[in-house]
């Protein structure tokens, strides 16, 4: 079967056999998007994690028939070095990552939760960022989570003259 | 404050020696004799690792570039720890360019640029301090011998500054220099610049890999690609011991997607055209196993004990034997740690392309000549044709320090004639990891009347972790006696005390036990910094004066000193409760890198919080503030997480759980909210980082918990009754 969807901006349409095929592998072996994370296949590390019309979705546990029409973000699309998102421009800052690969899917799973909280509070962050980092860099994830609010905040357009 | 530093010959570029050569030096003579084997354990416990590479040219060390930067091609490898970013430093220190001018690769194994023995034991930087700065030093005289030449000058006049050779009123690039050069004159190894004129050593450079890693570029094993890509699944255990014998594979021939099933005589695998056939197809495969017996945590249990295999005696000043042996004044405790898993978020895997005459494996590994060698010997091919090309690593931890699953892809390729990449699914990684091995520690002692330690034993008994390695010959087993890695940490740091010794007791387990992030530390730390902590609450003196006073006078005790007194200092040690929180603290030597630490907890419907870590550690000369920093903030969290949450169990044969969640880890919400980290420098030359950090975390937990509840901790993962 076909199915359609926008990724990173731009439309995409897949031949699929089995529509059950986790989201993930089409966007890594046919989209060859290599950002998105393989970790467990249970959606239970937040490696794969993406947005799905700007929610974290675990995308390893995710059919991709689901994906439909849906409008998709990867890392890729988040940003880049040259107009970084406010979440990879504090990563930057703090220095977060150390092996690196579970990174993707704790920016994914934060940027997402500032669209929602655009300040979350330390208990906002235990609580809905439980991606598994195994180099366990949390302590400068969390400073980075408050540093990307302050970037927000000051890359917000000025509304007043 | 200086160290006295063992010199190796200085003779230039010359393959140093390494661990196989105290092997092949105690060999023959002293086999048997146990004074030796405690010698060789010292030796091991305090030598610095050199390197074990070739380092007679810079020719295979740096590429220069048409845009002027230096490629580095580095045969550690980058699994988080920051390597790569030191190098540069170093290399851009003596070289002459700027950091920015710098690019560290992976080396291939073609290259010739090979680790002899692997990525691991917190030695890269120390071990390559001394030749990589020599390597760069002397290719940047390289540079400008030839650039003399070419402007027809003699070398003293030209400078060089940001990789450009200024001479005769010329400038030249190193790009300019190094264009259509076919033959290089390797001079003598110039002087190495003093610590103090470098710009980047010491310097808190971002990570040279920052950027990739926040963009997501394709920089992992898992990412590797080729055209024509096919995806295998290979059946593996689930059951421990379990024995190969044979498969059925008539249900997987038809299943979609399948190019091909393939039997060998060790295993069977699958190849497919997407990496979800590969699996669905390998799922139906009825393979048959032989089971010896039906394994249950207890039993690992009831052989993990001190006082059941072999013991050898590791560590031995006075008589410590005599004094404990009666039970006048004796204190005595035991101490337990479970089975850890690595579960590191990169699951294992490998691309294999196999061809003609050729092979090329792209892959997350710490052991490429290995598994290079591993892969040549089951394909009968010459080594020489087998090209590892290291990617980073999501991960390492010890566990890919044997990689043999490699040699798995290898077999499919040749089979399919196409590349092919076969992983471990999750499940397969939790039930075929190489584990950290179970621990059991007796701890004895006697004060004496002014509350100094008068004797002190400790007795460990540990599952392998380097012995059965391919990494140790193993004509080191005899030899060692005991595994270098399960007593890693386990010795006595208190050289003041008049008496001690420690003893190891060997236990081989029927699945595989490993080198885990700091090996036996972790375990060892836990069990004799919780029994000092006992044994300075007998002696009512405050845990810190009570270290201080058991440390002799050299230069390792005032190290140790050091970093007890600013760990205190800096934390405001207390051992009174204060707002509910208590104060927990210990401290580790590890690879000669002394490392206390300081935990504030309290307790919250009956768990454990912890709210703060101060950290202070002296692993000598820093190439990278930050990374070291970084480097502790993560074993603090990861030690914490072993310490507090994680352990493996067997239940009916099988090793259990095999998912994250269920394997309980820290998560966010676990993380101190406060890791304050002192570096102290006294040693002039760098030295262990990525492992010394985790030692002292779940004793300096457990003796907060003490402190705020009056129960005493002794077995992880730490829980209150």
Redesign the interface.
């Known amino acids: 079967m076909k199915i359609s969807f926008e990724i990173n901006g731009a439309s995409r349409t897949v031949e699929i ?2 529509q059950h ?2 989201l993930l ?1 089409v966007v890594r ?1 046919r989209l ?11 959606a ?2 937040g ?1 794969c994690t993406l947005h799905v019309d700007g929610e974290a979705v675990r995308s390893c546990s995710y059919p991709v028939k689901f994906a439909e029409g849906k409008q998709i973000i ?3 699309g988040l ?3 040259k107009n ?1 998102h406010p979440v ?1 421009q504090a ?2 800052e703090e ?10 899917g704790f ?1 994914m799973a934060t940027a997402a939760l500032l669209n929602k909280v655009p300040n979350p509070t ?1 208990a906002d ?3 809905n ?14 400073k980075a989570i408050h540093r990307a609010v302050e970037i927000q905040e000051t890359n917000k357009p000025k509304t007043e003259a | 404050m200086t160290k006295e530093k063992k010199k190796l010959s200085r003779r230039k570029f010359l393959v140093r020696g390494g661990l196989g050569t105290i092997g092949v030096l105690a060999v023959g003579t002293y086999l048997f004799r146990n004074t030796i084997r405690r010698g060789i354990a010292g030796m091991v416990n305090t030598a610095d690792t050199p390197y074990m590479g070739n380092t007679s040219t810079p020719i295979i060390w740096f590429e220069i570039t048409a845009q002027n930067k230096v490629i580095v091609h580095s045969p550690k490898v980058e ?4 390597t790569f970013t030191s190098l540069a430093q170093m290399a851009a220190d003596e070289l002459e360019v700027g950091i920015d001018q710098i690019q560290v690769v992976h080396a291939n194994s073609i290259s010739g640029n090979i680790d002899g023995f692997a990525t691991g034991g917190s030695t890269s930087v120390s071990a390559l301090w001394v030749p990589l700065r020599e390597l760069a030093a002397t290719m940047r005289e390289m540079l400008k011998n030839e650039a003399a030449e070419k402007i027809g000058i003699s070398v003293s006049e030209v400078s060089v500054a940001n990789g450009v050779v200024l001479g005769g009123g010329k400038t030249m690039t190193y790009a300019d220099i190094a264009r259509n050069v076919k033959e290089w004159d390797v001079p003598d190894t110039p002087m190495l610049k003093d610590v103090k004129d470098y710009k980047f050593v010491g310097k808190a450079i ?2 040279v ?12 094993g ?2 590797a ?1 080729m055209p024509d890509l096919l995806f295998g699944a290979v059946v593996r255990p689930e059951y421990i011991g379990a024995k190969y014998i044979g498969a059925d594979i008539s249900k997987a021939e038809d299943m ?2 399948v190019v091909k099933i393939i039997k060998e005589n060790d295993f069977v695998g699958v190849v497919a055209t ?3 056939e590969a699996e669905n197809a390998k799922e139906v495969i009825e393979a048959e196993w032989q089971v010896e017996r039906n394994w249950q945590t207890a039993d690992i249990e009831d052989m993990i004990k001190v006082g059941k295999g072999e013991p050898f005696l590791i560590q031995k000043e006075g008589d410590a034997e005599e004094i404990l042996d009666d039970s006048e004044g004796l204190i005595t405790s035991e101490y337990k740690s479970p089975i850890g898993a ?6 294992n895997g490998a691309l294999a392309h196999v061809e003609e005459n050729k092979v090329t494996i792209m892959m997350s590994t710490q052991v490429v000549k290995i598994t290079r060698d591993e892969i040549a010997e089951r394909l009968d091919m010459d080594a020489d044709k087998v090209n590892i090309v290291p990617t ?6 010890g566990r890919r320090l044997h990689t043999p699953n490699a040699v798995q892809a290898a077999v499919l390729s040749k089979a399919v004639g196409k590349p092919v990449k076969c ?1 471990f ?2 499940k397969e990684e939790f039930q075929n990891d190489t584990f950290r091995p179970p621990t059991h520690h007796v701890l004895k002692a006697k004060l004496t009347s002014e509350g100094a330690i008068k004797a002190i034993e400790h007795n460990v008994s540990s599952g392998d972790v380097a012995f059965g390695s391919p990494m140790l010959p193993g004509i080191a087993e005899p030899i060692l006696g005991a595994d270098l890695g399960a007593w890693r940490g386990g010795m006595i740091q208190y050289g003041a005390i008049p008496n001690f010794r420690t003893i190891s007791w060997r236990q081989k387990l029927p699945f595989a036990t490993s080198w885990w992030r700091s090996l036996g530390l972790l375990a060892n730390t836990f069990a004799i910094e919780s029994f000092m902590d006992e044994l300075a609450i007998t002696a009512k003196v405050d845990p810190v004066t009570f270290r201080l006073s058991q440390i002799q006078d050299d230069d390792r005790g005032f190290r140790l000193k050091e970093v007890i007194k600013a760990a205190a200092e800096k934390s405001g040690y207390t051992d009174k409760v204060i707002k509910g929180r208590a104060m927990g603290f210990a401290v580790s030597t590890d690879a000669n890198t002394p490392c206390a630490q300081v935990a504030e907890v309290s307790v919250v419907n009956n768990k454990i919080k912890v709210h703060k870590v101060t950290c202070a550690m002296d692993p000598g000369l820093v190439i990278n503030p ?2 070291v920093r ?2 502790c ?6 030690g ?2 072993a310490a507090m949450f994680e352990k493996m169990d067997i239940k009916d044969g099988q090793l259990t759980p095999t ?3 269920p394997y309980q ?9 406060e ?1 304050d980290v002192v570096l102290l420098q006294n040693s002039d030359t760098p030295g262990a980082v990525g492992e010394p950090p985790l030692g002292p975390i779940g004793a300096a937990i457990a003796n907060a918990v003490f402190r705020l509840k009056g129960e005493r901790l002794r077995s992880m993962p730490l829980e209150l009754s």
């Open positions: 056999e089995d095929t986790p592998w072996d060859n998007l290599k950002g998105t994370k393989f970790g467990c296949g249970k239970a590390c490696a990867t890392i890729e940003g880049d070095e970084p990879q990563w930057i220095i977060v990552p150390q092996c690196g690969y579970c990174q993707p920016m330390d962050i235990d609580q960022i439980f991606n598994v980092c195994r180099c366990a860099t949390y302590y400068r994830m969390r | 699994m988080g720890q920051g971002p990570r890999d920052l950027k990739d890693k926040v963009f997501g570029a394709p920089i992992f898992m990412d690609s979609p997607g997407s990496l979800i690595h579960a590191q978020i990169e699951p980073f690593l999501g991960g390492g931890f992983f699914t999750r930050d990374q970084a480097q903030e993560g074993a603090i969290i990861m914490m997480s998912i994250y969640g880890m820290a998560l966010m919400k676990h993380a101190p909210k890791i």
